[in-house]
Nanobody
């Protein structure tokens, strides 16, 4: 089992930046992919960005060039640097991890609100 705890959300003005962090514990040796999903008001949960154990990254088109995903070499943490934030980025952001055996794990979520 893997436990994930997010931090770093909050209220930010349009054009601002935030950095989300995700602390992983438990069977972290089993993690192959870490990343972030988000769910806006009245919307389905969607992929934001992921990073594999080999360093490959994947981004939603809507965040390319603005967001950067990274993870610690020990796979015990993941980060999401968010720049040039827009009101449409407002959502609950969830940390995600997938094991080599394809089990999925989720954090509880952290709220990001972009508003003036």
């Amino acid at each position: 089992q893997v436990q994930l705890v997010e931090s770093g959300g909050g209220l930010v003005q349009p054009g601002g930046s935030l950095r989300l962090s995700c602390a992983a514990s438990g069977s972290i040796f089993s993690i192959n992919v870490m990343g972030w999903y988000r769910q806006g008001p009245g919307k389905q949960r969607e992929l934001v960005a992921t990073v594999s154990s080999g360093g490959s990254t994947n981004y939603a088109d809507s965040v390319k060039g603005r967001f950067t995903v990274s993870s610690a070499n020990a796979k015990n943490a993941a980060y999401l640097q968010m720049n040039s934030l827009k009101p449409e980025d407002t959502a609950a952001y969830y940390c995600y991890a997938r094991s080599y055996s394809r089990s999925d794990y989720w954090g509880q979520g952290t709220q990001v609100t972009v508003s003036s």
